[in-house]
């Protein structure tokens, strides 16, 4: 069993990756501490700067001086450890943002809710390593067919994140109904990945890791990945219920909390499906009670905020600040399971004691 894991030149004592969660929930606070107990640290793009002063006024400039602050924070954190960002697919300045990602020093760059096809040009000279996010053996074969033929480059790693995930999903939402769901556990997906990577590993001399995460609670989910195949583990959920993560205390609770029916399928103004722990927000925003006024960051390429049910960006941003009146949580299948708040290092300790 892998006790440890590597990504290119970067070496990790804990097989542990934590998700990147936006809007401001997994920061510079989080990151850098996941990275300094020996895993890896990954911020979110989405809308960094939404705590700062003047981020109502001028929200890109903004969000661009947050990325550097909280990268800077995160490495001192992390003594230096490696520290990546999640840049999502979807976002209006998705190429921005990985150019500004790779000038600001991240060390990798995941990339999903949506296809990164040209990610290796964005990032082409670069020292930033790339990991694609993928919800399929199909989707990855598509990827790697892609980066080959256009630019004979191949991932650093991948990120195979399965249903039970939170945040935005990379399924249809007839594909996440219980029925569904049975038929498609996190372990049985990575043989088929790991197929498609395999030719290229060969094409390129080098091993291309690969994390696999969505639902993953416990020690041993963590051990079962690793045993199926996968080199580390992907986590989200588990890590906002910590101390150190940069969501307030009431986002922290409401995991806590939630119990199993409170979690539910939405679909997001982004169009894609999500889950989320259910609020009075919610509940209004089905009703058609939530149309946003206006766009106040123009954040996702596919919404228009005249046939909106609501600003993800603010209802995501009020959620993260624990007003559940004007926002949500975004959570994993499994987070009803997460009992208490405790800190980053005790919990990777807890995910990894089993193996050897």
């Known amino acids: 069993m892998k006790t440890q894991f590597n990504i290119g030149s970067m070496k990790f004592s804990k097989p542990i990756v934590q998700g990147g969660m936006g809007i ?16 890896l640290g990954v911020l979110s793009a ?22 550097e602050d909280h990268f800077k924070r995160a490495k001192e954190i992390a003594d230096n450890r490696p ?12 190429e921005q943002l990985v150019k500004d990602a790779v000038q600001t020093g991240f060390d990798i760059i995941f990339a999903g809710a949506g296809l990164p096809l040209t990610l290796p040009e964005l990032t082409r000279n670069s020292l930033t390593k790339i990991a694609p996010i993928i919800s399929s053996k199909r989707v990855a074969k598509l990827i790697l067919k892609h980066w080959w033929r256009h630019y004979e480059i191949a991932p650093d790693a ?19 109904t219980p029925e569904r769901l049975a038929d498609q556990h996190l372990p049985d997906l990575i ?21 696999a995460g969505g639902g993953i609670t416990t020690a041993t989910d963590v051990k079962e990945v690793l ?31 939630a119990k199993q029916t409170d979690i539910k399928i939405i679909v997001s103004p982004a169009g894609l499906p999500g889950r989320a722990i259910n ?58 399971k997460i009992s208490e708040i405790t800190t980053v290092k005790a919990l990777i300790d807890e995910l990894t004691e089993n193996l050897e």
């Open 46 to 67: 989405v809308e960094m700067g939404c705590d700062y002063p003047n981020y109502q006024y001028s929200p890109k400039t903004t969000n661009r001086q947050a990325m």
């Open 158 to 176: 991948i990120v195979l994140e399965g249903p039970l995930a939170g945040g935005h999903l990379g399924f249809k939402k007839d594909e996440l």
């Open 24 to 39: 401001g929930v997994s920061l510079s606070s989080l990151a850098g501490n996941v990275s300094r107990c020996g895993g």
């Open 83 to 94: 520290i990546g960002i999640n840049i999502m697919v979807a976002l209006t300045q998705y």
């Open 191 to 211: 043989p088929g990945v790991l197929e498609e990577i395999k030719p290229y590993e060969d094409l390129i001399g080098r091993h291309i890791p690969l994390i």
């Open 279 to 336: 609020s009075k927000f919610l509940e209004e925003a089905e009703a058609g009670m939530r149309h946003p006024k206006h766009c106040p960051t123009n954040c996702i390429k596919s919404c228009d905020y005249k046939t909106a049910p609501y600003c993800i960006a603010s209802a995501l941003i009020a959620g993260k600040q624990g007003d559940f009146k004007n926002g949500y949580v975004f959570s994993g299948a499994n987070a009803y």
């Open 227 to 257: 045993t199926a195949g996968a080199d580390a583990a992907q986590i989200g959920s588990r890590f906002v219920a910590t101390k150190e993560c940069d969501a307030s205390l009431k986002f922290k609770e409401a995991i806590v909390k």
